[in-house]
């Protein structure tokens, strides 16, 4: 069954940084695209960024294109968020997930990530 454990959120100030990790388990990892999504308090349910399973191809939403970047190592089955420049609207939990499918390139909906973590809780804030 598939295991995804997400770490590395904080309590940061507005400017700072974090790396959010997600440890993968249960299915071939390397096969498929990943994905951070996020969810604020109150808001729906956020994409964030993917990058595709071999790890060549990444996309951002344009709230966080820029300051943040997503990469995989598929050796380890892990998945990282860097975050910089962060800023009090990026406080959510976030959580990663993977697509629904294997080996196809990985979309902006949110639908077709069929499965996420427990989440990890970042907040930003002086």
């Known amino acids: 069954q598939v295991q995804l454990v997400e770490s590395g959120g904080d309590l940061v100030q507005p400017g700072g940084s974090l790396r959010l990790s997600c440890a993968a388990a249960?299915?071939?990892?390397?096969?498929?695209?990943m994905s951070w999504v996020r969810q604020a308090p109150g808001r729906e349910l956020e994409w964030v960024s993917h990058i595709d399973f071999s790890g060549s191809s990444t996309d951002y939403s344009n709230s966080v294109k820029g300051r943040f970047t997503i990469s995989r190592d598929n050796a380890k089955n892990m998945v990282y968020l860097q975050m910089n420049s962060l800023k009090p609207e990026d406080s959510a939990v976030y959580y990663c997930a993977k697509f629904y499918t294997p080996y196809r390139a990985p979309s902006r909906s949110i639908d077709e990530y069929t499965d996420r973590g427990q989440g990890t809780r970042v907040t930003v804030s002086s």
């Open positions: 249960g299915f071939t990892f390397r096969f498929y695209a």
